[in-house]
């Protein structure tokens, strides 16, 4: 069908980038091929000689979002490079969730669109992983653990405005108000804080690692 005299020409790269600006502005539900129109100024049925459907390009969406992750495979055989190699992976996959939550949370729930994005954005850490002297058996349960925290954490980044200071004191105050004897543990941890500089997500990515170094065979493991 020709193009009507006026009308933006079309192409895939820019429908995927206009769906994606969509899904990011008002949540994956708000895409629809009408509204996808009215965003590139066409008749929506003109998207679907680009596009064959909703799921089909949705699956392109996420093909794009994840091909920007960066590849951290390499022949880095430093002691401890694995561990940095895994949290190079985990802070890149954490940017791209953070920029795109509406779309990397809810693909989760997906297994067809989370397959696509997964073989594209897990071979670094696999690849990570193997290179620990982990068995091989444990590199996927392993991979599953870490993928699992950095959904997790977030997922309560992207929840909402949040108020530490806040939620801080109304848990305090609800500490203080109990026996004491009920409550003791929370008491002398909170007395006592934080390590300095602490940091939430490195810290979670920490005990993790430390977890899994703990699994390698003593004959594989490294220095650090």
Not at 167 to 172: E, K
């Amino acid at each position: 069908m020709p193009r009507r005299k006026g009308q933006p020409q079309l192409t895939v790269e820019g429908i995927v980038g206009a769906a994606l600006e969509l899904i990011d502005e008002s949540g994956l539900d708000a895409l629809s091929m009408r509204r996808l129109g009215t965003k590139l100024g066409v008749d929506p049925m003109a998207v679907y000689h680009h596009v064959p459907g909703k799921d089909a390009l949705l699956e392109r969406v996420v093909r794009r979002v994840f091909d920007d992750v960066p590849a951290f495979v390499g022949d880095d055989r430093a002691p401890g490079a694995w561990r940095r190699r895994v949290r190079r992976w985990a802070d890149a996959y954490r940017a791209v969730a953070r920029a795109h939550p509406h779309l990397v949370l809810r693909i989760v729930a997906d297994p067809a669109v989370v397959a696509v994005a997964a073989v594209r954005v897990n071979e670094s850490l696999f690849a990570a992983l193997e290179a620990s002297g982990l068995p091989p058996a444990h590199v996927a349960a392993a991979a599953d653990v870490i993928v699992d925290f950095v959904n997790g954490y977030v997922l309560a980044e992207a929840s909402g405005p949040y108020d530490g200071e806040a939620a801080m004191a109304a848990f305090l105050a609800e500490l203080d108000a109990q026996p004491a004897e009920a409550v003791a543990a929370q008491r002398r941890a909170f007395a006592a804080g934080r390590p300095r500089g602490h940091d939430g997500f490195a810290y979670g990515l920490d005990v993790i690692l430390a977890g899994l170094a703990a699994r390698i065979p003593t004959a594989r493991k490294d220095p650090s």
